[in-house]
């Protein structure tokens, strides 16, 4: 049920060294029998099924009201995804050890997005909603058959800084993504969904847990971080450090920073 194109070690290195952040795109890792029923129980949901994620100017997403909304063949997605097989190759490819599953799918599960919904750059909160694990993985399956990239849905990794997109990856049929969920790895789908009315874009996520992060117990809770919040923050920040600098020592630290990374004054 399992299709790796190349081996375990190989993957490893791709995901360990592909910027912006460790991530790893696969195509075609599951059986095409699987994924057509997933999809056909992601169309048969009824309206009341799904919760609409809505915040003004960060995102307008659409996921499986609970874990409940599961047919038949996502649970058995969601069996293979969270055996001990599968948890075993996750950490063999990435490196991270004792991965827990969510069996609840908090944020995961059937994902969809209608023509105008986006989500804008941001980085994944950092522990699960009841559970307090905290996330490592993420992994994103795509179900979009004929999907034209000018319907936009490609989903953009950025730069640590939040200033510009570095990966852009296609949501095609059997696409599969695992990134790291760790902060500032800033990604999302921030041009609107052009598809057709009575389409939409279809995807499977499951995010995967452990109890601390690197034998560090303590890791400090935070939501989705969006970029948009930052860059609004800059310009108070700048401000700050203008009242509490000298004037000389300023303006050298400032074109430093322009020479250093001039991406980041266009967005403040």
């Known amino acids: ?114 023509p105008g919904d986006f989500f804008s750059i941001h980085s994944d909160r950092s522990v699960a909603y009841e559970t307090g694990l905290t996330r490592r993985l993420a992994m994103i399956i795509f179900l979009n058959k004929s999907w034209d990239s000018r319907y936009n849905g490609q989903l953009e990794l950025w730069d640590s800084d939040a200033t510009h997109c570095e990966v852009s990856i296609d949501p095609i049929y059997n696409r599969t993504v695992i990134f790291e969920v760790a902060k500032p790895n800033f990604h999302g789908v921030p041009a609107p969904i052009t598809c057709p009315v009575g389409w939409s874009r279809k995807s499977f996520i499951v995010y995967y847990h452990t109890v601390g992060d690197e034998g560090k117990l303590g890791v400090i809770p935070h939501s989705s971080i969006f970029a948009h919040s930052l860059r609004r923050q800059r310009p108070k920040l700048l401000a700050l450090a203008r009242e509490v600098t ?16 001039p991406d980041i004054d266009r967005t403040t």
Do not use: C
């Open 1 to 114: 049920m399992i299709n790796l194109p190349a081996q375990i070690d190989a993957l490893s290195a791709i995901y360990r060294e592909t910027p912006p952040f460790p991530h790893l795109v696969l195509d075609n890792l599951f059986s095409p029998d699987i994924l057509d029923r997933v999809i056909d129980e992601m169309t048969a949901l009824r309206e009341e099924q799904w919760r609409l994620v809505e915040s003004k100017s960060l995102e307008k997403v659409r996921r499986m009201r609970t874990i409940m909304e599961l047919g038949d063949a996502g649970t058995q997605l969601v069996n293979l995804l969270h055996s001990a097989s599968f948890l075993y190759l996750l950490s063999e490819i990435t490196g991270v050890e004792q991965l827990l599953p969510d069996p609840y799918l908090q944020g995961g599960g059937y994902a969809s997005m209608q």
């Open 246 to 261: 000298p004037p000389v020592l300023f303006n050298v630290v400032k074109k430093l920073i322009r020479l250093w990374k």
